[in-house]
């Protein structure tokens, strides 16, 4: 098992850094976007109180260059520029790529092009933010689907009406819910129970902790419930569907005839063969929960890694764009690897076919 | 010194004090750390020298008084290797030398390369810092202002000038609060992509001058900037209480607030701004080269119905790159551009172009060299927003009316900039900034800015003459002549069509007071704003 966990965790490190490299190598050919960014942009230029020769908007874009470090080549190889006959030159240690891979491997991703910034504190930070929205609204999304297909496979009345719900709550896009959200419950005209926006306000730095921890839940109740409601009905439409099925295979009827109820049937018999494809929609949720809500932070205005990632690609931040995908790669291999780990756990058949 | 956005603009300007700074009102440049504009002195035909001095009253926080050297030494840093200050660099480079006199430490003059009217503002607009806080032992005193321009970026590294980036690096990196200002206001929250907060400072310089200048005025005891990207929201937080001002409001969420009961508690404001929603053309590209069809593509769009489409009503339609509101420097002799199909198949038919005898074979004509030359158009907008779309999709429409074949290509922000630098678009549309200050057209319409800020690519000997005269103007009427002179021949060679200059829409609660609200950005002054007093209550 440890052998075998090893080797997955070995494949998935090479994949991730083979990812990383492709996407630092494919951003970083698109350097003179970023220097332009560095730069006034061209469509917005405004009249100016000089003219600036070519020589000069030369030297000032050879001086973006050199401080993003953009001045050196950008692999160990590269193409010549004898048109004629393509040559392949050798660069040696001295490339974008090598410095770069020489920073991840101690630990340094580099820093914002935008602000010079450390990216891992960038990171860490936008991190902070991310983990608890989309963390809690994970795990209130799994347990709410747990007791909500257990019930719905039960066969109650009111299965038909709540199925139709979750389906079209389904077909909502995430936005939709967001701002229903809060134009129902911060609203002055309907009700404002809740802030519209942010996680606290200026004024509230300073009150004491309980009133701080009040009012950061306050803030992340809109956002958190827009989040799980929207992955609510995924769920509990896939376990719902999973658990109809299971309860009508043989084992599940000779439970019954040993005379036990239709709830124990489902929590002790068919629940565990039937977590099966929920187990990978969860562990899809992993980089999700890294890579952030850019729609619920964008409409509540709250930081995170979804409004660093989009703002750090409009901007042509590689630095931060790559170490971002760097990381919800890491994510989603790694919950790739524990949707295996855990089909392990709840299916011996796979246990002993390998 | 890193690229600013208006938000970082609008941040400083509460931290720091410049020697000039605009008043929103009037629209004119004031003095602020200055006690007056400066005297200036032509020298020669290639030199200019403007004699500041600083206001005695002006002080760091610590008491020290603000003088010469502490301009000398921001100048010199914006030169200093290691930083990012390429944008400055460019900026003010023509100031070569701050000559300052021992005797009278806040008098100093500004050497400057060249004569141009735009140098009185252009010389006074920069953040001053203290010398004291960033180089307490005088190091970059030993290198000239002009040592600093032309020192080569192969230079061997100097340690005094490496330590004093590392310094100021350090103090930007940690908390921009920490660089120190003499202005109003100190940074004391910041939370990234969540909000600012400054408070006054209990003494400032300023307090001390009777009256106060509007540029120095700091009345909010405390000042809380908000970020919120959407719109939606914060139209909800204004409407609950939690922001009083919405600047740069959506033209959408402007009408519907003005039509809800919740107009009653809040002001609208809608001044013209300086920037120019406008069309270009490629020039370069062989059925794009003559003005006569440049003019007939012009008559597809409808300007007018476009800014009631997209504004509501608001800003302003224009003849040119000057702004109406302008009215000493804006050509209003001359005819707005008309939408009128009908006259720009003339034109085309004046240009050279056939019509094909059936729909769908479009318009031809024969070069010089006897290519055959079809009529299509490839159109570049910004993806973002509604704005360039709608006017893209005006334009696709008119133009399908008479047969001409419009391929619409919205592009990412970042590459849009880089399609329009390398030339791969036949028509783009898109927004140029401008203000009432700066009237040099040479990056933007001379044929030295091609293959950079000329992004149509037009030039021609009369508007290159033209656009040096401007920039070389003696007096502001003369400049004021030239300018509509150049207007005129803008619109009559048409690499651009201004469509319309976009309005700047502002909302405030109506418990604030003392809101100058203008059009220059960000459309009004938070500086000067007071809360109404609660009526006390009856005895």
């Given at each position: ?349 796979i246990r002993w076919q390998s | 010194m890193l690229q600013p ?62 003088t010469a050297r502490d301009v000398e030494f921001t100048l ?165 209480g939690d922001i009083d001002v919405y600047p740069q409001i ?290």
């Amino acid at each position: 098992m440890s052998r075998l966990v090893f080797w997955r965790l070995a494949r998935a490190g090479l994949a991730i850094w083979t990812l990383a490299s492709v996407v630092f190598l494919l951003s970083h050919r698109d350097a003179g976007a970023a220097v332009q960014e560095a730069l006034a942009e061209v469509s917005d230029v405004q009249t100016d109180r000089t003219a600036t020769t070519s020589a000069e908007r030369l030297a000032a874009q050879a001086a973006v260059r050199e401080r993003l470090g953009l001045n050196m080549p950008l692999f160990y190889i590269s193409q010549g520029s004898n048109q004629q006959e393509p040559t392949w030159q050798w660069n040696g240690l001295h490339n974008q790529y090598h410095q770069w891979a020489t920073g991840l491997l101690h630990g340094d991703l580099g820093t914002s092009y935008r602000n010079g910034q450390p990216v891992a504190s960038r990171l860490g930070a936008a991190l902070s933010f991310t983990l608890p929205l989309t963390g809690t609204a994970a795990v209130l999304a799994i347990l709410a689907a747990l007791a909500l297909a257990q019930r719905l496979a039960a066969s109650p009345w009111w299965q038909r009406p709540v199925r139709t719900l979750l389906v079209t709550v389904h077909a909502l896009p995430l936005f939709v819910v967001a701002l229903v959200l809060l134009l129902a419950f911060a609203n002055p005209d309907a009700f404002a129970w809740f802030p519209a926006y942010g996680l606290d306000q200026p004024a509230d730095v300073g009150s004491g902790t309980w009133s701080q921890i009040a009012t950061y839940l306050m803030h992340m109740a809109l956002p958190v419930s827009a989040l799980t409601i929207t992955a609510i009905p995924e769920l509990t439409l896939q376990l719902d569907a999973a658990l109809t099925q299971e309860l009508h295979a043989d084992y599940a009827t000779t439970a019954r005839a040993k005379g036990l109820d239709e709830g124990a049937v489902i929590r002790h018999h068919a629940l565990r063969n039937a977590l099966l494809p929920t187990l990978t929609q969860i562990a899809e949720l992993l980089p999700a929960l890294v890579a952030g809500a850019v729609v619920v932070e964008v409409v509540f205005a709250l930081p995170g890694m979804g409004r660093l990632l989009a703002e750090a690609a409009a901007a042509r931040d590689y630095p931060v764009l790559v170490g971002g995908i760097l990381l919800t790669g890491a994510a989603r291999l790694l919950a790739l690897l524990l949707a295996d780990l855990f089909y392990f756990w709840a299916d011996p058949r796979i246990r002993w076919q390998s | 010194m890193l690229q600013p956005n208006q938000a970082a603009i609008d941040a400083n300007n509460l931290l720091h004090v410049c020697l000039l700074q605009p008043d929103i009102a009037n629209r004119k440049y004031g003095p602020a750390l200055a006690t007056s504009l400066p005297a200036v002195e032509l020298v020669g035909d290639s030199l200019s020298k403007l004699a500041y001095d600083i206001r005695p009253t002006a002080a760091w926080d610590n008491g020290r008084p603000v003088t010469a050297r502490d301009v000398e030494f921001t100048l010199k840093l914006m030169f200093c290797p290691g930083l990012p200050n390429e944008v400055a660099r460019n900026r003010y480079r023509f100031i070569r030398a701050v000559l300052t006199d021992l005797k009278a430490p806040q008098h100093f003059t500004l050497v400057c390369r060249g004569q141009a009217l735009e140098y009185v503002e252009a010389s006074g607009d920069f953040f001053i810092l203290p010398e004291a806080a960033f180089d307490p032992r005088g190091q970059l005193r030993r290198f000239s202002l002009v040592d600093l321009q032309k020192r080569a970026t192969t230079a061997p590294p100097d340690s005094a000038l490496q330590s004093l980036a590392q310094r100021y690096q350090a103090a930007e990196a940690g908390h921009p609060g920490q660089v120190p200002g003499c202005g109003p206001y100190q940074l004391v929250k910041w939370e990234k992509d969540r909000y600012l907060t400054f408070r006054r400072k209990p003494q400032w310089w300023a307090d001390r001058l009777q009256p106060v200048p509007i540029a120095l005025q700091a009345r909010p005891k405390q000042l809380d900037y908000v970020i919120i990207p959407d719109a939606a929201t914060a139209t909800l937080a204004l409407r609950r209480g939690d922001i009083d001002v919405y600047p740069q409001i959506p033209a959408r969420e402007f009408a519907r607030l003005r039509a809800s009961p919740a107009a009653a508690a809040l002001n609208f404001y809608s001044t013209t701004s300086y920037d120019v929603v406008m069309a270009g053309f490629n020039t370069r590209r062989a059925h794009l080269n003559d003005a006569l069809t440049r003019q007939a593509l012009s008559r597809f769009f409808d300007a007018a119905g476009l800014l009631k489409a997209t504004q509501l009503g608001d800003g302003q339609r224009t003849v040119g790159v000057i702004s109406p509101i302008e009215k000493e420097n804006y050509n209003d002799s001359l005819a707005l551009i008309p939408f009128d199909p009908a006259g720009a198949t003339a034109l085309l038919r004046q240009a050279g172009w056939q019509r094909g005898p059936a729909p769908g074979t479009g318009w031809t004509r024969k070069s010089a060299n006897g290519d055959l030359q079809q009529l299509r158009l490839a159109m570049r907008y910004r993806a973002e927003g509604s704005l360039f779309s709608t006017v893209a999709l005006q334009f696709q429409a008119a133009a399908a009316g008479l047969d001409i074949p419009v391929t619409l290509q919205p592009t990412e922000s970042g590459a849009f900039s880089s399609s329009l630098k390398a030339g791969d678009f036949d028509v783009y549309v898109g927004v140029r900034k401008g203000n009432p200050f700066m009237f040099n057209f040479t990056p933007v319409f001379h044929s030295l800015g091609i293959d950079a800020g000329n992004t149509t690519g037009f030039s021609s000997p009369a508007s290159d003459q033209l656009i040096e005269a401007i920039a070389a103007a003696d007096s502001k009427t003369h400049r004021s002549q030239l300018l509509r002179r150049f207007q005129a021949l803008l619109q009559q060679e048409a690499p651009i069509v201004p469509l319309f200059f976009l309005p700047n829409r502002i909302v405030a609660s109506r418990q604030l007071t003392n809101l100058h609200v203008g059009s220059l950005k960000p459309g009004f002054m938070a500086t000067t704003i007071e809360r109404v007093p609660k009526p006390s209550a009856a005895p």
